[in-house]
């Protein structure tokens, strides 16, 4: 009879050091409900290239696509459009938000924050990829996004920009980054809200027309009204395993019923902006048909127990922000 022993795939959670992570892959990697009970395990990336797309979180992405949609038809309303300053403007945005989802992986990986996750598993805390390598993607995104605010910079002549740029990419490392990252005291959502609502929508309205306007600060408002919610639907999921690893979250302090009911209203303010714009361009009233998208992820909002249910709430509530942008941006324009 044989007595060699089989080998253990490597980065095995079991022994990893880390209690949490080693009770989870007793268990199949598998995590609660949030009244307790043990939810379905995660699915992972089966492939190098798979983790790497995973970790750049696609369905984010929405977010930084649809600002620049609704500066770009705000601008419409001024002035005639610059073809390349958008393209510019939506590689800034596109190219920052993968940056800083790389840099939260980074960050909340080598903090260990990770370890009590219940959601897909990510390239640092997993040990799919190397900390360091995940970093360097970090830090080459963020350095493309600068490339093309440089390039938007000596374009427009507007130097001081490159402040924006660089206060923009500083925050997006210190959410999660740094001794005091402030995405663990409650924070999160003025990050989202500035710079993915007011600055991405204002900015892009400024660089192509050189002006601002009414249309690009209540727009601003309302998209970045859905990430926070889009925010909220993530913090939810993961109240009890931020709590684990210390992070303060909104979603931490006030609860799970009241996130639940601020989830609504940004929502619910996001379309009075929409009502208001539906009495000055006659196609905006076409973007209430993403009720159709809202109704259904509130409900299941309000009602959900598993953490899939919540991810499910994510990826409708990042659709719907794609869907207002684009639609009403279009509405603007023409």
Known sequence: MSTSKKKRPRGNPARSGNPARANRAADGGSGTTVDGRPSAPPAGPRTPAAAWIAGARLRTLTLSIAPVALGTGAAAVMTDIDLTLVLLCLAVSVLLQIGVNYANDYSDGIRGTDDHRVGPPRLTGSGLVPAKRVLTAALVFFGLAAVAGLAITVITGHWWLLAVGAVAIAA???????????GYYALGEVFVFIFFGLVATVGTTFILAGDISTESWLSGVAIGLIACAVLMANNIRD???????????????????ASRV??????????????????LYPLAPLVFFTLLITVPASIIMITAKRPREFVTVLQLTSLFGLLYGIGLGLAFAF
């Open 172 to 182: 997006g490392w210190f959410y999660t980054g740094g001794k005091h990252p402030y």
């Open 239 to 257: 109240i009890d395993q931020d709590k684990l690893a210390r992070k303060r979250t909104l979603s931490v302090l006030i609860g799970r019923t």
């Open 262 to 279: 601020v989830y609504v209203v940004y929502l619910v303010l996001a379309y009075a902006i929409l009502w208001f714009f539906g009495l």
